[in-house]
């Protein structure tokens, strides 16, 4: 399983991002596929999560400003990312558990600092 995130960058507070994640090794359209985050000093945390089916869920602190999709025909996950602010900033990795174990992508780096 390999899962390749990117689209991360530096923008000022009230930008916007997309990232992406290039899955494969799965029968991706069976999986539910997440993205979290980490900032430095703290633990990863679960941002958005979408399944199989399209049924998405969000953290509190990015909803309404984050929408997670994905391409079941290109394997690729994504994650909108408006209406950034500071307390973003982190590495933002996709996850799915395959197999009965967690997969991890390396991790793409968002900054947003003015």
């Known amino acids: 399983v390999q899962l390749q995130a990117s689209g991360g960058g530096s923008v000022q507070p009230g930008g916007s991002l997309r990232l992406s994640c290039a899955a494969s090794?799965?029968?991706?359209?069976?999986?539910?596929m997440n993205w979290y985050r980490q900032a430095p000093g703290n633990q990863r945390d679960l941002v958005a999560s979408?399944?199989?089916?399209?049924?998405?869920n969000y953290s509190d602190s990015v909803k309404g400003r984050f929408t997670i999709s994905r391409d079941n025909v290109r394997r690729m996950l994504y994650l909108q990312m408006n209406t950034l602010e500071p307390k973003d900033t982190a590495v933002y990795y996709c996850?799915?558990?395959?197999?009965?174990?967690?997969?991890w992508g390396r991790g793409t780096q968002v900054t947003v600092s003015s």
């Open positions: 996850n799915t558990i395959a197999r009965g174990s967690p997969f």
């Open positions: 090794g799965i029968n991706f359209k069976l999986h539910t």
């Open positions: 979408i399944t199989s089916g399209g049924s998405t």
